[in-house]
């Protein structure tokens, strides 16, 4: 019998069974597995109670398995294929009549499932090479996951969390973007670059319930990809893909793409240096990326016009004496390039050793305009990243009772931004009183300096200890980071106008600059140190795996101490003060998994698995260090705001002697028992082979325990109110406090990093498939779920954690719908793969998922600080009765109808009338993509497997069938503004009611995501 059981997020493979006769276990069985492309060998013998184990093996095959004993026939197991993280059960039975009397070796015939304790997905080489993809992106495939989402801007959601919350390891190694900067969450995701090429790729694995405690670092899901390595046939690959503009669709506006290119470039090679000995495998890509950009002036649907643009240039280059870079269409340019080398070294019997290197340099230009958002060619700003990995692998069955997995690596990154010009920024809020569109000119305020350079080394080392039904493993996971960082917003200065008419008479709202004390780059260091025991009890068709698992994160140095601070009265009311950092702590992760097999037939099998756990990971590390930039201490500045009475110098003056000049910095600290977050998660699964149909049932559970909450504690409640409708009809569902930040005047902001055990989520999945063996393959999943939260950790900076949690009233946690959420999400594929005449092959692969749309807020324009918190545009909308609606002041009568009538066409806000409309309560249409995989092999032979392949890849097919098919909906900073407060009836108390402005409601389209998109490629294996 042969069967499979999910273990670590390892980067190896293991075996493992009984032996028996008639009369009972055997003990002293050889026990040989050979490597077939590589003639690597496991062997063993079996013990006293006929187990027998096998680990460090690599991942895939073919294996040969060979069970030998003194007077008996040896019984062989063909076309074993092992895979990542995969334990594989390969029981065997010698019987009595087959004693050893000539020379002959029965070959056994068996059956080999691929089943879980956890919940988890692993793509091998194969299957990504047979699905549709035009950007080449890991996270082309891993989406296919019934609990991974892909994300717009970049990354994946699993488990309804933030891409910030995964764990993503290649070889075993940290490979996470660990100090947090992009959403995507690997090295190199501000210049979106592949943190490795597809083609180097054995196996990626996701886990995202894992009951092995070797599995750590992540509250969402972990990662893990294993690179290829090299066999005794010498052979590569060389390949290229293509497209440009006639690639792609017209798109929602039938705006045809102007001149643009992709081109990749990239091939394979390995072989033996020393046959069954030594193995080399080397891959390198690269990537050119150019496009234009959209919503240029003159572009269908962008809201500016050249006459607007014009009068904005001359404007700034009066003031700078330069005119902002031009408007016009430019071209978007994305370049990376990537090499990865391996060697694995069989040393002897016992061990084997294995060596990966991995370089990355990317470079993407940042600038992206929408229909609501304009920025002058000058305002865009390239990021650069630049990284090294290198690890070492030594697995080594020391005897026939115990196995060390030893894993060390090494990885160094650089990220920076690069700007042409050094020039104070210019935000103008809204061209024009009831218009909704934003233009920005000059330095972006975070691109004048922003560079980030990181250090991490991964200590790992696991020993197996094998003692009849029980595998008991110890062993030790620890991380170590460095970060230098230089990053200092608004350092050339912001101004923020309101409108054109304001910025042509220079009258800002509001003025921020910072800059540095002394020596801007700071140092921040940090470690994690895990330790863990567990064991794995076999007994016939049931398997109990239990363990424990200690995490113990260290923060090295403290912030600097701002005494001034911490004798505030905001300081002493709180209980906050500066220098404090993060107190180490234990993080106990115990965890149980089971998996039942009550039925196992030819025609049918049943397995019943599931477990429960804690599960500890970590946060982006950018969010302490925020603790340790702005103290006060180490940079300065100011911010100046009209609205709160203080008086904004006019355009390149520096205030003198003006209230709040270089007395208001924004003060960071954190709650000493701040802890890293965990998740409770547990699982239950049911899985049925019926005659070759694979039926899956499923459910997942999760609740956040230590998740992160920001409070802003310069808003303050006033003890006035702020009244949605009037003060006639005011109540307690339409009346909301109002806050101020004048009673800590000398501090802007003062941000406070603690915790919360708010937020769940959970899953509920089905899926059925099939392989037939005329090479094609089913797959039909429906995923239903919920993820709530308080806070989704959208950004790097604690002002926007803070000022992006919509809501009315600011000092509450308020539990909601994340950010992340998908209610429902169907996948389906078709895939059939088919050698023919000989010399030809043909793979069609057609991919479909359909998904709810983007979770998004409603919230008041960003013209007014609606509840005086002092965020702009972070309050959520008031969604009145009929009759409410008619006491509310709007502009024009028109508006009010406008108004009423977006209400009444959203279900969701007509039957919540007489509410604030609840954060990330609304959400875009469902969507629909279907994608294409078409691949042509040309063999050269009948049995040759090398071979000339032509490719297309055709990504939202149904947009090229119809264009008002496969549309996709982008909503910026989660959020949409159809009503503006334009001013307030303030009574005698300070109560406030607003004046309204309905400024329209309509959703925007992804410009590209709605096209249809196609690339082909060529690939020659030799």
């Known amino acids: 019998m042969v069967a499979c059981v999910a273990m670590a997020q390892v980067t190896t493979s293991s075996v493992a069974g009984h032996v028996t006769d008639a009369e009972g276990p055997m003990t002293g069985v050889l026990v040989l597995f050979v490597h077939t492309p590589t003639q690597t060998q496991y062997s063993t013998m079996t013990d006293h109670t006929g187990s027998y184990h096998l680990d460090g093996m690599r991942v895939g095959g073919p294996y040969e398995a060979e069970f030998s004993f003194v007077g008996y026939e040896s019984v062989r197991y063909n076309g074993i294929m092992l895979e990542l993280g995969e334990q594989c059960v390969v029981n065997a039975r010698f019987d009595k009549s087959h004693t050893k009397i000539e020379s002959v070796i029965v070959t056994a015939e068996g059956r080999y499932d691929i089943s879980h304790k956890g919940s988890g ?96 670092g992540f509250t969402g899901g972990g990662i893990n990809a294993v690179t290829k390595s090299g066999t005794n046939q010498f052979s590569g690959t060389a390949y290229a893909y293509y497209n440009n503009q006639d690639f792609y669709g017209k798109g929602p506006a039938g705006v045809k793409l102007s001149k643009q290119t992709t081109q990749i470039y990239g091939a394979s090679i390995g072989g033996a240096i020393i046959k069954d000995k030594l193995f080399f ?46 408007y016009g269409k430019r071209d978007v340019a994305r370049r990376s390039g990537s090499l ?23 470079y993407k230009d940042e600038y992206s305009n929408t229909a ?76 004048g300096a922003n560079a980030l350079t990181q250090n991490a080394v991964t200590i790992t080392d696991n020993l197996s200890i094998y003692a009849g039904n029980h595998t008991v493993t110890v062993g030790t996971h620890n991380e170590i980071f460095v970060a230098d960082n230089l990053y200092v917003a608004n350092i050339l200065g912001t101004y923020t106008y309101n409108t054109l008419e304001d910025f042509l008479k220079d009258n800002a709202r509001k003025y921020v600059r910072n800059y540095p004390i002394g020596d801007a780059t700071l140092r921040f260091s940090t470690a994690q140190f895990g330790f863990y025991a567990q064991d794995e009890w076999r007994v016939d068709k049931f398997s109990l795996t239990y363990g424990l698992r200690a ?186 406090p109002l806050y101020e930040t004048s009673r800590a005047k000398q501090y802007s902001s003062v941000y406070y990093l603690t915790n919360t055990n708010k937020g769940y989520s959970y899953s509920l999945c089905a899926s059925l498939s099939k392989h037939f063996p005329f090479g094609l393959s089913l797959l039909a999943a429906y995923t239903f779920g919920h993820s709530y939260s308080v806070n989704d950790g959208v950004s790097s900076q604690a002002s926007s954690i803070w000022g992006k949690n919509w809501g009315v009233i600011s000092d509450k946690q308020h539990l909601s ?72 002041h709007f502009e024009t009568e028109a508006q009010r109808k406008e108004f009423d009538d977006f209400i009444e066409s959203n279900r969701m806000l007509r039957n919540h009338r007489g509410e604030y409309s609840q954060r990330n309560a609304m959400q875009t249409p469902f969507e629909h993509h279907l994608d294409l995989h078409f691949a042509q092999d040309f063999y050269f032979g009948a049995k040759s497997s090398r071979k000339v392949q032509l490719t297309l890849d055709v990504m939202n097919l149904g947009n090229l069938l119809c264009r008002d098919w496969g549309a996709s909906y982008y909503m910026y900073n989660w959020k949409l503004s159809p009503v503006e407060i334009f001013d307030f009836v303030v009574d005698d108390a300070g109560n406030k009611t607003p004046k309204y402005r309905y400024v329209g409601g309509s959703l925007s389209k992804d410009d590209l995501l709605s096209r249809w998109r196609m690339q082909i490629g060529v690939r020659v294996v030799f």
């Not at 240029?296 to 001359?314: M, P």
């Not at 070294?345 to 990317?362: A, C, E, K, Q, V």
């Not at 092959?841 to 998004?856: A, D, E, F, H, K």
């Not at 008041?860 to 702009?872: E, I, L, P, Q």
Request: proline share 4%.
């Open 551 to 736: 995490d113990i994160p260290v923060v090295f140095g403290a912030p600097k101490v701002n005494d001034a601070f911490n004798g505030s009265d905001i300081a002493t009311k709180y209980g906050v003060a500066t220098g404090v950092k993060p107190r180490a702590n234990v993080l106990l992760s115990p965890r149980v998994g089971f998996r039942w097999e009550p039925i196992e037939r030819e025609d049918y099998s049943l397995v019943v698995r599931g477990g429960v756990g804690l599960f500890s990971g970590k946060i982006p590390f950018v969010w302490v260090n925020n603790c340790y930039s702005n103290t006060g201490m180490t940079m300065l500045g100011y911010t100046l705001d009209r609205n709160k009475g203080q008086k904004v110098p006019a355009f390149g003056e520096e205030p003198v002697g003006t209230e709040g000049v270089s007395s208001n910095p924004a003060i960071n600290v954190v709650d000493a028992k701040f802890r890293y977050p965990q998740v409770l998660r547990a699982n239950l699964a049911l899985e049925q082979n019926i005659k070759g149909w694979d039926l899956l049932v499923e459910g997942i559970f999760s609740k956040s325990y230590n998740n992160i909450f920001i409070y802003n504690l310069v808003a303050q409640r006033n003890g006035v109110s702020l009244y949605a409708v009037d003060a006639e009809m005011a109540n307690e569902r339409n009346t909301t």
């Open 372 to 447: 609501a958002t304009f920025l002058f060619n000058g305002a865009g700003y390239a990021s650069v990243s630049m990284s090294h990995s290198i690890v070492g692998e030594l697995n080594s069955r020391v005897s026939q009772k115990i196995f060390n997995k030893l894993l060390v690596g090494y990885t160094h990154v650089y990220d920076g931004r690069s700007a042409d010009v050094q020039l104070p920024f210019v935000q103008i809020t809204k061209m024009r009183d009831g218009e909704n569109t934003s233009v920005s000119i000059g330095t972006d305020a975070f691109a």
């Open 121 to 216: 997905s692993t793509f091998t080489s194969e299957t990504m090479s047979a699905l549709p993809s035009v950007s080449r992106s890991i996270y082309d495939f891993t989406r296919l996951s019934p609990y991974a989402m892909s994300l717009s801007g970049g990354g994946m959601s699993i488990a309804g969390v933030s891409g910030r919350y995964n764990s993503f390891q290649i070889d075993g190694a940290v490979c996470n973007d660990i100090y947090g900067l992009t959403s995507g969450g690997t090295n190199g995701g501000l210049t979106e670059a592949n943190p490795i090429p597809l083609d180097a790729l054995e196996a990626v694995q996701i886990s995202v319930a894992p009951f092995d405690v070797r599995q750590n």
């Open 817 to 888: 719908f994340s950010i992340f959420d998908t209610p429902h999400k169907v996948s389906a594929s078709l895939s059939y793969t088919k050698r023919y005449g000989g010399s030809f092959g043909t793979t069609v692969s057609l991919i479909y998922q359909g998904y709810s749309g983007m979770r998004y807020s409603l919230t008041y324009g960003s013209s007014a600080d609606v509840n005086g918190d002092g965020y702009y545009g972070n309050s959520t909308i008031y969604i009145p009765t009929v009759d409410e609606l008619q006491r509310m």
């Open 281 to 326: 495998f080397v891959n390198g890509e690269y990537n050119d990326e150019r496009s234009p950009s959209s919503y240029y002036i003159g572009y269908n649907g962008c809201k500016i016009t050249e006459q607007d643009a014009i009068t904005i240039a001359n404007r700034y280059k009066e003031l700078t004496g330069y005119d902002g870079g031009g």
């Open 340 to 362: 990865m080398a391996r060697l694995d070294w069989n040393i002897n019997s016992r061990h084997n050793l294995t060596l990966r290197y991995n370089f990355l340099d990317g």
